[in-house]
């Protein structure tokens, strides 16, 4: 499936004009924007998140005014830079008469601030925020995430929230066919808008080698090995042990693979797989080495970017942030993957949870010669800067913003 496609009958707003819907966020938002409050549970770190945040400095240059309710975060500075309100709010809580507050608080919130408009990025506040926004009567958004998987009538009845918004927006095809198979939403309130990834942060030329000679030092590397990079959470199904198998079956000596990522907590999963390691004698073939906060010059550190998860990426950030960067990428053929990647020219598809394919992909992206490598990095590099970033991402939620408030 191209990133363009959506489910047949939508109409995703990542594909309308650019000049069309730049007017419309301009007749909306320009000479005293209105108010638009997001709600997401924590500031702390991912996808859902960054996309708030971005979208919150979006609101802010395009005239209008953003409000973010949260429990909190280190996010919240970077949102309050550029000019975003924050307010703590106790929404990352799923008890029921905690929801039920929080309705009242945000109802309150909305007739102080004059708020036009409320975008819920999750399950537990979303009840409150359809709540509010009912008894307000302004226009609600939702944003499905994830495809919030259910096993039954209970847990399927938690996630409909999602669906209860006026526009209801999907950050993947992949995501969009669930969400109209399973709940019901219709071409008319659902749309389309792939997450999006700063190109310009994530741009090859602006990474030093300083920057890069910085993390072999920090991680000491050794400095005559190729690197593989897989990012992400400490969280099994990321797929830390696929790839720790995989290296096993790889059987080379001169090749290390990096799992950078912060184990949230997960101590005893992180010493699972450093016994692993250490039980198939890969001892400094294999590194945990935590969080990276300069995850450019990581990418630029790799040969390939490997995502080996076992279930179903929503969208895949970070394989989107690796072709930006120029970097040939691996990925299980799971989720949006079809969306995201093109199997052969920006990188290998493989079934997920197969060691055996993944190092041979592995083993084919490290025999590529420069002149193979260049190609795959620049296919990759124009694949996201046509689909998927920042600033698309961003236009598109403000004319979904501007759609519902011009009816108003």
């Not at 990133?3 to 966020?25: F, K, R």
């Not at 409050?37 to 240059?61: S, W, Y």
């Not at 925020?129 to 994830?146: G, K, L, Q, S």
């Not at 797989?273 to 990581?298: I, N, S, T």
């Amino acid at each position: 499936m191209s990133p363009e496609a959506a489910i047949p009958g939508t109409l995703p707003s990542d594909t309308e004009p650019g000049n069309a819907a730049e007017e419309s966020i301009r007749r909306t938002f320009g000479g005293g924007g209105p108010t638009i409050l997001q709600v997401i549970p924590t500031l702390v770190t991912g996808g859902a998140e960054r996309g708030c945040v971005d979208i919150a400095a979006a609101i802010q240059r395009a005239g209008g005014r953003a409000l973010v309710v949260s429990a909190g975060g280190p996010m919240a500075r970077e949102l309050e830079r550029s000019g975003a309100r924050h307010i703590t709010m106790p929404v990352d809580s799923k008890n029921p008469l905690t929801l039920r507050r929080n309705a009242r608080r945000l109802a309150a919130l909305i007739r102080e601030e004059r708020v036009e408009l409320i975008h819920a990025r999750s399950r537990a506040p979303a009840w409150s925020c359809h709540w509010a926004a009912e008894e307000t009567r302004i226009p609600f958004v939702t944003t499905f995430h994830a495809p919030y998987n259910f096993k039954g009538r209970w847990k399927k009845l938690y996630n409909s929230v999602m669906a209860k918004g006026d526009r209801v927006i999907a950050v993947s095809a992949f995501v969009a066919e669930h969400v109209a198979a399973n709940y019901g939403v219709g071409p008319d309130r659902l749309r389309l808008i792939h997450r999006g990834v700063d190109v310009q942060y994530l741009s090859p030329e602006y990474v030093s080698q300083s920057r890069i000679a910085k993390l072999v030092a920090d991680w000491r590397l050794p400095e005559d090995c190729r690197f593989i990079l897989l990012p992400g959470r400490l969280t099994r199904w990321k797929g830390q042990g696929v790839l720790i198998e995989a290296m096993a079956k790889l059987g080379r000596t001169d090749v290390v693979a990096l799992l950078a990522g912060d184990d949230q907590g997960r101590a005893d999963y992180r010493r699972e797989l450093e016994q692993k390691v250490q039980a198939l004698g890969l001892e400094g073939r294999v590194r945990v080495v935590g969080h990276c906060a300069d995850m450019p010059a990581a990418y630029m550190l790799a040969e390939a970017v490997v995502s080996a998860s076992t279930e179903p990426e929503a969208f895949g950030r970070v394989i989107a942030e690796a072709q930006a960067m120029g970097r040939p990428v691996i990925v299980s053929d799971l989720g949006a993957v079809k969306e995201t990647v093109k199997d052969g020219e920006t990188g290998l598809v493989v079934p997920p949870g197969d060691p055996d394919s993944l190092a041979q992909a592995i083993a084919a992206v490290l025999d590529l010669d420069p002149s193979q490598r260049q190609t795959v990095g620049l296919d990759g590099m124009a694949h996201v800067r046509q689909h998927f970033t920042k600033d698309r991402m961003c236009r598109d939620t403000l004319a979904v913003y501007a759609e519902l408030l011009g009816k108003r």
